[in-house]
């Protein structure tokens, strides 16, 4: 014989364990699809954007300046380019390889008056023509810049600056890195300076 609070206790315990089980299926199947996205061998890099504060420090880092142009390699939703546009009176162009964020941004890009000032292109980073860029700007991953590096050399004119937030290109030696605190975490950045080889590489 079952008392009946023990049918109840019983009852409510499957529940709890359906629950549990549909929660952890749930886990299990987006985490799976953002894997399956980031495997996509030209994507190289979560969409995870930069905080503003850090935007505005990485641009004052790079000592933008009004005639320079700004190449931002996965914009995101455009608050890079934006700022260096905006705020720093630059001409900017972010480059992003998914669809639907570059639409969300050109979109604002647009609403936002800046449309003969900053430049959305649908690409990949890594077959972007850099040679206009006075300034590059970067949050990616370590392994990602390791792949632009060459790029970077080689087309990259002598004074042109490279900004990453928080992730190194290996290899090179910083000009400047800066660490910040922003909503509770410390952000690092890395400036380097497109110069001699002997100037760029790590010693």
């Known amino acids: 014989m079952q008392f009946p609070f023990l049918r109840v ?5 499957a529940a ?4 549990l089980a549909t929660v952890a299926a749930g886990t299990v199947l987006s985490t799976s699809a953002a894997a399956q ?15 503003q504060a850090v935007v505005e ?24 380019v934006i700022t260096a546009a905006t705020k720093f009176s630059a001409r900017a162009v972010g480059v992003e390889i998914r669809s639907d964020i570059y639409k969300s941004t050109l979109g604002r890009v647009a609403s936002l008056g800046l449309s003969d000032r900053v430049k959305i292109v649908r690409g990949d980073a890594l077959k972007t023509n850099l040679r206009p860029a006075d300034v590059v700007t970067l949050y990616l991953l370590t392994s990602s810049n390791e ?15 490279v900004v990453s937030h928080d992730y190194e290109i290996r290899s090179w030696k910083p000009e ?9 975490r410390f952000h690092t950045i890395y400036v380097y300076r497109m110069g001699s080889e002997k100037d760029t590489k790590r010693k």
Do not use: N, W
Request: net charge negative; proline share 10%.
């Open 9 to 13: 206790l019983s009852g409510v315990l």
């Open 16 to 19: 709890g364990t359906a629950v």
């Open 37 to 51: 996205h980031f495997t996509d061998p030209d994507t190289l890099a979560p969409y995870y954007p930069s905080p």
């Open 57 to 80: 420090r990485m641009l004052a880092l790079a000592d933008l300046k009004p005639d320079d142009t700004v190449y931002d390699l996965g914009c995101g939703d455009g608050r890079i």
């Open 147 to 161: 792949r632009l590096r060459p790029i970077l050399e080689a087309q990259l004119k002598p004074g042109a600056r």
């Open 176 to 184: 400047q890195t800066e660490r910040i605190m922003v909503d509770g």
